[in-house]
């Protein structure tokens, strides 16, 4: 039978899966002999059986109980016992962090009996109502489900009643009637009574944390973090400290290392007399971690020794949730810390500096998606003027957008294509949605480690919190500074997440110092720590990669900044953006020409605007591989649109006019060209084939290129590459054309030309002839845009807007396979195609330029696939580097 309870000394790290991410580490942090509370974690296998049928898995309760009574056993006393009640705190704890997306119960085991027990043997009946009333709420909201806006309202009622400022100054008395009256709320609501019986109040709070991993909030959470949905939440039981027991007690959080930049030294946030869930809230505000040092000296040398035999076994940045109990220090969580991209890269290289990891775990800790967050834009602050307030630095970057003031109008405006900054005084999980929706997030209140700060930094998104000069006026939709400027909803405001500012109307934005670096090499003063990081990082990446990387690019400029960046070539130049702009008119005639003539008139006026776009960018990658792509054009992009001349033409004769003959010429001409469907149409290889001279006009240009950049001593390497071929035949057509023009180049110029010819692989037809295909093809490329859209039957230029989301959202796929490889689909045409290629032409060299060659999953995938490269946007590059280094891990 399936064991469902751990005791935290039984567990380890590496039993996350089972024990969730918490569970593991308490039993880690117990077996290193640190000072854990006591208890048990029920696994989420257990939360997967109640979740499959609705029930508690058999035998499960029999184990708590077991367990239970170790626990107090220990403890010398009962669950709940009258004169000296043993509490507990029941919490989740998936595999992956879900910070505040669960529930949590604290002071499990107080009741009418038991809570003048606690009274007496802590010494505070002020504490022990506290404790009680905090139960009834959290047990109403969470298990019995009273909406908590019932219970908020009591107390504040009450707090008027009073006249007091916080709950702080309601005294035992004050606090014994509220429990009072909670209880009676919850008989109102839910006609039940909140239930006497420890063993009932655990056992139902065990079962409403395996339910709350099915809540709205976790969902949402999970979709945006793209966590699966069946891994299901492990419980942990523990036994409670008490963190607001008086001016002796108190709880924290804090980081081995600063979560925003990596730096060493101990960082985090002390609340006195407070418990744990008061930290993270950030309800009150908290003080610097320094101040327990001078509070309780021995508390915090031991904290301090403890983080630090903590960072040096994960050999990690950790962070850590303690409460101090009449100045004993008790450790209740402790995690690998979630950090911001910058921190991420500066840990790595410092901690491999340290000789705590190797080059290759610091590249495996770093990622693309971080890298690809630290090129972006900063403020110019020199250009900002003062700033309307300041706040902690909680998560870095720049943003700008209309001040909105809850989570609905920030979804609301979101939708509707409108920037925004969500403000708040503080943040809850319930303001999940207007957080994914902002461009930021501004509170008033709370710490580094509050909910609007870690919540924002896991997701990458700008946030300053505790900005405590701030008036935020929720109910009038606004907030005031401290030198009376109100800021009003739908005001734009930016947020410096970096230095955690906050400025009137929209500031400008200056280059990363990242980007700066990977352009230029150069580090900037006060970037050394993340420009080392990631500069270790991507030299470790070229060491152990197995995969090239080329770039899309189409211009001389995109060629040269892909070099910089670490390009080893070109892997797609579209040749049909060269002609958008002035150029796009050649392109309409050459496709309407009527007679030979005009489309012989047309090619030769093409003809040395290519070869010059070829020769500078042969000269820009030169003795790099530049793949050269003949001409796709899905036509509607090219042809002038069909109702606008149709209007053009019909207003003209509704004036009385004579319609301007070339419109009239050219609409019929349009007509006759039009398709249902262009993306499917009369494309690539296709175009080459039906209009005559257009292939021996792009070779042309090729060849004279790259004899013109040899004469000049260069060393251009071009390759020619066919789209959209199905069929091994047009392949064979094209490429039989390629050689006569290369030929006559070769002879008219004097310089023996060789280009390889291959093809692109977008099509299902030339996956699954891929072996045929390889007999004329010296490479392959794979056009993932395309072949995702010919494999799935989703229009690339529309499905995105129209019903991705409800894909997404059903659960269809996890992210679009625009941007992430459907690996079971196409990922099985890529599979196919590489072998039979390679069956055909041993050593064929096969890359890939759809999007997906800079994302970092696909990257992934296509160096499992055996690819020799993948070619990705100039910016994507470094990107690419990091994660096939990491891929070949
Ligand atoms: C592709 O289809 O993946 C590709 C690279 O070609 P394009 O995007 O130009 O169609
Ligand atoms: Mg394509």
Redesign the pocket.
Known sequence: MARYVYDFTEGGRDMAGLLGGKGANLAEMTRLGLPVPQGFTITTEACRAFLDSGGEPPGMWEEVSSHLSAVEAAAGRMLGQPDDPLLLSVRSGARFSMPGMMETILDIGLNDESVLGLAKVSGSERFAWDSYRRLVQMFGTTVMGVDASHFERAIALLKDVRAVPDDVHLDAGDLAQLVETYKNLIHLETGEYFPQSPAEQLRRAVLAVFQSWNGERARLYRRREHIPDDLGTAVNVQRMVFGNLGPDSGSGVAFTRDPATGRPGLYGDYLPNAQGEDVVAGIRNTVPLDELGRLNPDAFARLRAHMETLERHYRDLCDIEFTVERGTLWMLQTRVGKRTAEAAFAIAAALADEGLITADDGLARVNGESLARLMFPRFDVSASGDPLAHGIPASPGAAVGAAVFDSAEAVRRAAAGEKVVLVRQETTPDDLPGMIAAQAVLTSRGGKTSHAAVVARGMGKVCVCGAEELSVDLGGRRFTTPDGTVVEEGTVVSVDGTAGAVYAGPVALVDSAVMRFLEDGRADEGAAGVVDGVARALRRADAVRRLEVRA?ADTPEDAARARRFGAQGIG?C?TEHMFLGDRRKLVEEMILARTDAERDRALAALLPLQREDFTRILEAMDGLPVTI?LL?PPLHEFLPDHTELAVRIASAEARGDLPDAHDVELLTAVNRMHEENPMLGLRGVRLGLVVPGLVAMQVRAIGEAVARRVLAGGDPRAEIMV?LVGDVRELRIVREEVQRVLGEVSETSGVALACPVGT?I?LPRAALTAGRIAEEAEFFS??????T?TTWGFSRDDVEAEFFSAYLDKGVFPSSPFETLDREGVGRLVGIAVAEGRATRPGLKIGV???HGGDPDSVHFFHAAGLDYVSCSPFRVPVARLEAGRAAL
């Open positions: 899309n797609l579209r792509r796709d789209p692109m977008e794979f056009g993932t845009n395309d072949l859209q330029c759809g999007e």
